[in-house]
């Protein structure tokens, strides 16, 4: 990863160079009649796009524009393979084409090759800076590498280029302050835009979320304490009398109990139905949860709580999510860690307690007292920080004013030049992971999942795979995982790790795939995190695991 990140600054830094040089002399693209399959796609008809687009081709086959415009329809497909196959063909006919080489790096990025995409996009930057999806890939990429700064100017530089383009005018939406971000919304969802069904139903609640909690009086989630760091011990939740099934925290809900499982691959809080009437969270908005498993979203709704109470920590007025259940995974709740983004989180397994405390400082600037990482949506929990000037900004340079503020790039603080990168998608935090040091796989590092696990076609690659029948029954959120194999044995290598594992259970993920962006091909789970120190940096995308041999947790 060293190696990676050395190379990736690099590419970087080449790269920003470039557009303060050239922004003023960049022609902005005119306004243009769609084309028919332009207009196919936008309707989010795919298929008769393909279609239209492959008759182009055949017209003339080299033809980077149609290309360019397949390969963005084979991915909302979820046709990744076909999409890069087709854009290393258009690039081998036309080479020096900023269009292909910008499709080629946004099919590397799906196929879970970010590292891959760079390189590429950095070819695509030199063909023609002035391209304005060049700009919008590079946003997506920055953000992902915690490069939070470089990730806005980014974006509103491709939206600068191309206003018209719907890609781009999503993803700069996500750059302006609440108000007139909930104005662009409401006018990009009046408009067709070629999202997928899926996509526009949650982009709806988003916003009908942003518009009934600006509505409403409560401030943004702050600390109550006096204290900033605390050490809070695990609370274990049992299978029966002799065993863990996992480990949870003990958490106050407006006063009322409720032990919320550990759950790095979880967004925020969530808690039953029974443990929202408990507490007295009210209903802000409708919201769709999912998660692992086969029968599809669940129905849930936002709340906000007055006061939440962690170990020796309270925060006040903070956004919960609710699942319209009497239990999440037979549990009370889950916690994800992102909550802690403005706190350095120690999941300390060997010693059964999460430790929170302050994150390296950054050069110049002085950070305000953490708060609770509860209330944000998606764009800007995947912005990592809020946008500049936001309400919830959560530093300030040292002359205290309101432009100052972040978002910040990444920050590796010298005793952290050891730490691994990790890819952040959301909540979600991807590692790259060497299986039998023959194919590196993107996978989600996750606590709440109770073994490791990977894709069946990622399995396949280095070892043999057998169905499992019903001897192995995996449920989340979204219920019980349909066709699960055994993958026969496999080392997983990752962050200066190695573990051997044998009968890993191997499953579809295409539907996670789906959702993150990006190719994965499987959780780390407890039984590989429990045997470690694990700390994780969300501001910065950075982790370190501590390995200690012979005190992991037996369930």
Known sequence: MHIIRSWMLAAIAAIAATPAAWALSCPVAPTAKPSDAQLAFLRGDYDQAAALYRGELGQSGNNPAASAGLVEVLLRQQKWADAEALAQKAVSAAPRSAVVLTALAEAQ??????????????????????????HLLYARLARMQSLFATALTEARTAHMLDPHDAEIRREWIWTLPPAERMQEMSAYLASPTGDDPDDIR???????????????????????????????????????????????????????????????????ILVSRSVAERAGLQAVSQQEVSGIGSQGPKSGYAAYADSIEIGGLEFKDCAVRVL????????????????????????????????????????????????????????????????ANGPNSSETSQAGTAQAHGPYDRYVAPEMKDWTDVYRVGHQLLLPVSLDRKVTKLMIL???????????????????????????????????VQNVYLADEITFYFAHLGQKNVDIPAWDFSDISKSTGMEVSGLIGANTIGLTMLQIDYRDGLIHFDYQANRGWVR
Request: aromatic share 6%; charged share 20%; with cysteine.
């Open 446 to 480: 996750d606590t709440g999942a109770w073994v490791t696990s990977v894709a069946v076609d990622a399995a396949r690659e280095v070892t043999k795979v057998h169905a499992a029948g019903d001897q192995l029954p995996i449920k989340g959120i979204s219920g019980r």
């Open 109 to 134: 990025v799906r196929a879970g090759e970010p590292w891959t995409a760079w390189g590429t996009l950095r070819a695509a930057m030199a063909a023609d800076p002035c391209y304005a999806r060049v």
């Open 202 to 268: 949650h982009m709806q609640q988003l916003l009908d979320f942003m518009k009934r909690t600006a509505a409403q009086p409560h401030r943004a989630c702050r600390l109550a304490s006096k204290v900033d760091s605390t050490q809070i011990p695990f609370a274990y939740l049992l299978q029966d009398a002799n065993h863990i099934r996992a480990f949870g925290l003990d958490v106050k809900l407006n006063g009322k109990s409720a032990q919320l499982q550990i759950d790095t691959g979880a967004a925020g």
């Open 324 to 387: 319209d259940s009497r239990n999440v995974v037979e549990e009370d709740g889950l916690i994800g860690m992102d909550v802690f983004s403005n706190f350095l989180v120690t999941l300390d397994y060997p010693m059964r307690k999460l430790g929170l405390g302050p994150l390296p400082p950054r050069p110049g600037v002085t950070a305000a007292p953490p708060g609770l990482r509860s209330d944000q949506v998606e764009g800007e929990t995947e912005q990592g920080e809020p946008a």
